[in-house]
Structures are given as structure tokens and as C-alpha cells.
């Protein structure tokens, strides 16, 4: 069984992802409801960076092979888009923070909006450096110890479904748009909650199972390199 502490920990990172989902889809929500979802996501991740405070005390030290830096790098740029994506949506907020006054206000919901989308990315791929951990947890959560293939293979096919539909999901979307154009008028979408929330779901699939199968891969290479040493 899991201690309250990483079980905390895993329920604050899932309050934080599908609060994330569902901020994402303002056009749906309303401003005021983005705004708190908003306001709530900067708490949970100050609560996030509080419960990991020990991984900047130690991210000089130790052994740094390819998976660590990559984990380190990724984190930094996930801190650095978040810092940004919340900065920004203070500065445009219209609703809770009113009284701050900023001129150009276009430029900085640019930024705000194209933060948020490399945020979930990053975010995406961030989970799946750690999907092998998160699956072991919830092994020993629900008391499965032995192998299966007929679960492994309905699984790896599931993960199959769930890229195919994330890469229709994100040319549908124009994902790379709203990573690299600027457009000063915002990107609408008149999808409902459910699908939008389900295509999003699937476009992260992309980033978790391809960096878990990636890194697999990788670690196996270097465990037969290891061999035949």
C-alpha cells in the first residue's frame, strides 16, 4: 500500500492535470470559471513544488545519465512555463484581478495561451518519464503482482487507440498552431466539454506513450550495451 504522503501526492498531480484539461477549454467554461480553475491550479502546484522541495536541494548532486537530465531539464522548463502561464493570466485576468492595469494585454494573453499549450506538453511528457512508476503504484494499490500478456497486450493496444485518435486530435485541433503562431485573436473552439476534454486526453497519450516506450527502448540499449561489456 501506498504511505498518505505519495498518496497525496498523486491525488494533488490529478486534481492539478484535469483542472489544467478543463482550464484549457475557456471558451466553454466562461471567464470567471477559467479564472478560478486558474487560481486554484497556481495553489496546487505551489502545494506540488512544496511536497518534491527535496528535488532542488539534490539536482546537482548524484549521477546525471540521460534520464535525469532529461527529468531535470523537462522540470525547469515545466516551472518556467507555469511561472509564465500565471503571470500573464494575472496580468489579463478581467474578472478576479480587474485592478491591474496593462497596456498591450494582447501580447501577454499570446503568451499566456501559448505557455499553457507547451505547459501541457511538457506536462505530457513529463508523466510518462514516470508512467512506469505511476503504473507500479497503482499495482500495489489494487494488489495485482503477477504478469499477465493477454492484459499486457489489451493494454499496449489500448495505448495504440489512444495515439491514433491524439494524432487526428491534434491536426483537428491545429496543436502546432497554438504552439508557435501568433495570433492575437485567440483560438476558438466549439467542441463540447466532453469531446474536448477527451481529444486533449488523447493528444497527451502521444507524449506519455511515446516517452515510456522511448525510454524503455533506450534502457534496453544500454542494458545490452552493459552486456556485452
Sequence with gaps: MLNRKMLFKLV????????????????ITGTMIHEVIGVVVLVLFIIHNYLNRRWYKVILKGKHNFRRILQIGLNLLFLVAMVVMMICGILISSDLFPFIPVNNDMIFRQIHVQSAYWGFIIMAVHIGLSWGIMINSVRRMT????????????????????VAYGVHSSFEGEMGSKLFIYNPFGWFNDDSAIRFILDHLSI??????????????????????????
Design 12 to 27: 494533488n498531480d490529478l486534481v492539478m492535470t484535469v483542472l489544467m484539461l478543463i482550464a484549457m477549454a475557456y471558451y
Design 143 to 162: 494488489g495485482i503482482t503477477g504478469t499477465s500478456r493477454i492484459r499486457t497486450l489489451a493494454l499496449r493496444m489500448l495505448a495504440v487507440l489512444i
Design 204 to 229: 497527451m497519450g502521444i507524449y506519455i506513450a511515446g516517452t515510456h516506450y522511448a525510454l524503455k527502448f533506450i534502457q534496453r540499449q544500454e542494458h545490452r550495451a552493459v552486456q556485452k561489456n
